[in-house]
């Protein structure tokens, strides 16, 4: 079944964006001054902060990114970045709100000024943006990726840049328009509409399942051996989900695992989501605009149990994605491995697996067998759009720019994808003595190799995949769905758009170049800086689609935030906690992580990154104590009250926040070893 957009789906589509913008818009209509266009005038009630914290996380990010490491080898073990996301958000409450809602900031790098002094805010807040041109980017890309994916199926083409275009204009209008009370607004709607729309895609991949005759599984997390299985007749869906996957419902993944080892859950783990839901500034920005200390925690104790939610409704259907669709998602990857089958052909004219053939005919693509790879090369780009048969063994590529590939001397050819060895046997064979030799004669040469990457699926379609193939048509359920999906980017991208300019201009514009700048001019250039940032997304989303990068864009999201959160959760943890901590050790603490981060990820690149970013957190805290034994404050810091809010602590939020707790510990041990062996 493919996926059809007809009049009604049309019309629920365009009725769901106009009514996020119109809402978002009208809400926030009155913003005048910097704390009403920034702070959303700190009056959110707890029931929008707790929607717009899910909504301004979940995005495509992990419709796109998390339900494709899940279709990977990590199967549910990605679940760890919500469920533990639920514990984090809990501790954020109760140890974290209390100080910053005193200090009376607009921005976390405002806090540090508060804390150590002026340079550590700088620090903080250049470093923070320079992350949030690749968030930015890479959050657009994520659902331009989907939304070409979806009109390919369609018989479509959508280049990346349109895609890009279309969501950057949407977010940029309700947020430019009203700032946080506008992307609070329009998420309301957005985060309600993303938890139906994944339970409805997840019930009917469920549906789906369970009226397949086969299906992909994967045998073995360690090698990520795949196999293709016939199912059993009049079984039920949920029956067929647990013998195809029961390998992949493990939360804890060999230490060597090189997306989520066990060893990161103990430490590395915690310091992205620490980082993430208590020091990031798009996230923080709505507890910051809480009416009273209780109406935040209470905001964020129900966000905490909706993340609880959000692995059902993403993780599992990206699993299934792969039972069914796994041959989809290995022709998905031709586009991305033809560039690179060229340069191998090139690096090695030897090879008996690649050849390169003019005017392919379709005949011969349906035909070719499996296990030898041919370029198939056509003189222009209707010629490739012409041939409807699809190999993932033959990949269509332009003549001309075969012949304009070249390949750098000592050049690796590898594959970062678990199941490469599983499904292209031979090559993967062939490549070994391949590498072998040239890491030899790199070695004789005293040069330095390079690296290409193959895919054997392009798991970021999973969800694509779902979305296509199994929603009904004709009902409207596919508008609504795909609606629910672009509201998840635009909602996290709106939510980055407002948080770098609130940085730039609160940050940057109003404490060095205009101190005195009113609250007029505060609030417009706000509104430029959006612009500004929503050009540099559009204009950087197209590139991240580049598989040397990264065969997921989650991974890439993740990792990148590495340079900062590890220096960031130590010098906020170190200075709350140690309040003789000197000024100075804020700024040597974020710089170690920023340099210390980079140059582990040169010199030690098989160390994964949150085992990276745990050695950086420890070193970052290490360095601080030095420092503040050698010459600690004369007085402990006090923290001054500078907000005239209410902040006296929630009750019935904290007592829902332990059950919280105790449920997440629940969830790990029914998904543990010892709870898939009963």
Partial sequence: ?????????????????????????????????????????????????????????????????????????????????????????????????PYFLRAGIYTMPEFLEYRYNGTARNIMAIATLFIYMLLLGSVTYSGALTIRTLAAQMGHNV?????????GIIAMCYVAAGGLKACTWADLIQGSALILGGAVIMIYSFLRLGQADEAARIVDVTTGAVAIEALKPGAGAVERFWELNRVRMNMFLPKTDPVLPCTALILGLWIPNFYYWGLNQYITQRTLGSSSLSQGQRGIVFAAFLKLLIPFVIVIPGIIAFNLFAGNMQEESVKDNAAVFAKYLKANAGTQLVVARENVSEDEI????????????????????????RNPFVLPMLKEDFDKVSVKPH????????????????????????????EQAAKAAGAKTATEKFIAYKYDTAMAQLLGKVLPN?????????????????????????????????????????????????????????????????????????????NS????????????????????????????????????????????????????PRIQFLNRMAICFVA??????????AKPLAQPIVFQQKTTLELKTSRGALYAGVAVVVATLILYVLFSPIGLAK
């Fill in 1 to 97: 079944m493919a996926m059809q957009f007809n009049a009604l789906d049309i019309a629920v589509f365009v009725g769901f964006i106009v009514a996020v913008v119109s809402v978002g818009i009208f809400k926030s209509r009155h913003e005048k001054t910097s704390e009403d266009y920034f702070l959303a005038g700190r009056g959110l009630s707890w029931w929008l902060i707790g929607f717009s914290l899910i909504a301004a996380n979940i995005s495509t990010e992990q419709f796109v990114g998390m339900s494709g490491n899940a279709a990977s080898h990590v199967g549910l073990a990605i679940a760890s970045y919500e469920w533990m996301a639920a514990v984090t958000l809990v501790v954020v409450g109760f140890a974290f709100l």
């Fill in 159 to 167: 280049p990346l840049a349109m895609g890009s275009l279309v969501i």
């Fill in 366 to 389: 349906a035909a070719w067998s499996a296990g030898k790879f041919a370029i198939a090369l056509y003189g222009d780009e209707a010629a490739i759009k012409a041939v409807k048969v």
């Fill in 411 to 438: 050049t690796l050819f590898k594959s970062d994808d678990k199941a490469w060895t599983s499904v292209m046997p031979a090559l993967a064979a062939e490549l070994e003595v391949f590498n072998g030799g040239v």
């Fill in 474 to 550: 004709g009902v409207g359920l596919v508008g609504f769905v795909l609606a629910a999906l672009l509201g998840a980017v635009v909602s996290s991208l709106a939510a980055m758009l407002n948080a770098a300019s609130t940085i730039f201009t609160m940050d940057i514009y109003k404490k060095y170049i205009s101190p005195d700048a009113a609250q007029k001019t505060v609030v417009f250039l706000g509104r430029v800086c959006v612009v500004v940032f929503t050009g540099i997304a559009v204009a950087l989303a197209p590139q991240l689609g580049n598989p040397k990068i990264s």
């Fill in 553 to 604: 864009i989650f991974t890439i999201i993740q990792e990148s935030q590495g340079f900062i959160s590890p220096g960031i959760l130590a010098v906020f943890v170190f200075g709350l906690v140690v309040r003789r901590a000197p000024a100075v050790s804020g700024v040597v603490g974020l710089l170690c992580s920023i340099f210390g981060y980079g140059l582990l990820k040169v010199a030690v």
């Fill in 620 to 629: 970052c805290l290490a360095v601080m104590a030095l420092i503040t034994m």
